[in-house]
Each structure stands twice: as structure tokens, then as C-alpha cells.
């Protein structure tokens, strides 16, 4: 049987180079899913989630918009587990046919956030019933906002990406910020800094991506 044309080796040494990137670039795309899924979901659950949060419930007590107290609240669990489905399909998707060290990190790592998060609900739920209800709702935001920012940073340093380091530094900074400002004022910077640079950093890695 004769060789076709697609099985011959390019003469070329540099088409044989260009094939070989473009081969490369192809199989990364396929094993790095789209990063706006990873982080477009959250962007939004952050930006509609605790918007909603300072519209009701704003800075000393300030009502800018006389929503049903549970809505906030169940908008943001709602989109919240939207976006750990979306999230969780994209990554098993594209994971898993990887093996070996890698697909091992992977399952530490989505350990680390599971394990991590019922730690922090049950601490929550036994000291919140401590504090006046504008404190409960802060303690609530600001542990799980720093877990999360805690967390990106972590999964940067394992996986040796500057961007996710960052981005969690940068979800750390305004969590403070948000602290130091006090109840409401901390909705409103986690909704539009954490939510904004989520959505700004899903961006800008998939403009990368292509590049």
C-alpha cells in the first residue's frame, strides 16, 4: 500500500515545525478547557449574588431595594451551585483521560475545596448564631470570599500559573477591604471587584488562549 500525501514527512524543516506547534496547540486546547468556564460561572454568582446582597441589605441597615429578605440569599446559592456544575463538567470533561501526577493533583486539589468548605460551614453555623444578624451575614460572605481567594492561590502555586496566583491574591485584598469597610460595603466590593475580575480574568485567559 502506497503512502498517501498526508503521511508523507513535510520536506521542509520549517513546515515540519509549524505542523508540530500547531499539533502541540491543538492537544493543549483539548486537555485545557475553555477557562470562561471556570470562571465566567463564578463571576457571575459573585456580581448578581452579593449585589443582590448590598441592594437589600446595604451599609447600616440601608434598604436600596426593598427585596424579600431570603432572596438574596437563595439567588446566590442558586448560583453558586449553577456555576460548581458547570465548572465540574468542564473540568471532568476535559481531565478525564489524563492520568498520573497530574489527574492526581487535580483530585487533591477538588478535595482540598470540598473539605475546605465543610469545615467552614460548620464553624459558621456554630458561632454565627453569636453574632447580631449584620455580623452573621459578614462572617458568612467574608470566610467563604477568603477560602476561595486562599484556594486560587493555592491551585496558582501547584500548578504554576501566575494568573489563578493572582487573581485569589486579588480576591484576598478586597475580602480585607470589604472587612475593614464593614456589612454592606463588603457586598458591594465583592460583587463588583470579585465578580468583575472574575469575569475580566475568564477573558482575558481565553483571549490568551487563542492567541
Keep these: 500500500m502506497s503512502p498517501s500525501d498526508d503521511d508523507i514527512p513535510p520536506a521542509d524543516p520549517a513546515e515540519a515545525?509549524?505542523?508540530?506547534?500547531?499539533?502541540?496547540?491543538?492537544?493543549?486546547?483539548?486537555?485545557?478547557?475553555?477557562?470562561?468556564?471556570?470562571?465566567?460561572?463564578?463571576?457571575?454568582?459573585?456580581?448578581?449574588?452579593?449585589?443582590?446582597?448590598?441592594?437589600?441589605?446595604?451599609?447600616?441597615?440601608?434598604?436600596?431595594?426593598?427585596?424579600?429578605?431570603?432572596?438574596?440569599?437563595?439567588?446566590?446559592?442558586?448560583?453558586l451551585a449553577a456555576a460548581g456544575i458547570i465548572t465540574g463538567g468542564a473540568g471532568a470533561k476535559a481531565y478525564g483521560q489524563v492520568v498520573g501526577a497530574s489527574?492526581?493533583?487535580?483530585?487533591?486539589?477538588?478535595?482540598?475545596?470540598?473539605l475546605g468548605n465543610v469545615s467552614l460551614f460548620a464553624v459558621n453555623i456554630k458561632i454565627s448564631p453569636l453574632l447580631p444578624d449584620d455580623l452573621q451575614g459578614l462572617l458568612w460572605a467574608a470566610s467563604a470570599v477568603g477560602l476561595v481567594g486562599v484556594l486560587l492561590m493555592a491551585g496558582g502555586a501547584i500548578w504554576l500559573d501566575r494568573n489563578l496566583f493572582?487573581?485569589?491574591?486579588?480576591?484576598?485584598?478586597?475580602?480585607?477591604?470589604?472587612?475593614?469597610?464593614?456589612?454592606?460595603?463588603?457586598?458591594?466590593?465583592?460583587?463588583?471587584?470579585?465578580?468583575?475580575?472574575?469575569?475580566?480574568?475568564?477573558?482575558?485567559?481565553?483571549?490568551?488562549?487563542?492567541s
Excluded at 56 to 71: K, T
Excluded at 103 to 114: D, I
Excluded at 178 to 195: F, N, S, T
Design 17 to 79: 515545525l509549524r505542523l508540530i506547534t500547531e499539533q502541540q496547540a491543538e492537544v493543549s486546547r483539548r486537555l485545557n478547557p475553555d477557562p470562561r468556564l471556570f470562571h465566567w460561572p463564578w463571576g457571575v454568582a459573585w456580581l448578581v449574588g452579593f449585589g443582590l446582597f448590598f441592594l437589600r441589605f446595604g451599609p447600616d441597615g440601608r434598604i436600596f431595594v426593598d427585596l424579600p429578605e431570603w432572596l438574596p440569599l437563595t439567588v446566590l446559592f442558586v448560583l
Design 103 to 114: 489527574s492526581q493533583r487535580g483530585t487533591w486539589y477538588g478535595l482540598a475545596w470540598f
Design 166 to 210: 493572582w487573581l485569589g491574591a486579588w480576591i484576598i485584598v478586597l475580602n480585607v477591604a470589604g472587612l475593614i469597610a464593614g456589612p454592606g460595603w463588603h457586598a458591594l466590593i465583592i460583587a463588583l471587584g470579585g465578580g468583575g475580575g472574575l469575569l475580566l480574568a475568564g477573558t482575558i485567559a481565553a483571549l490568551r488562549r487563542k
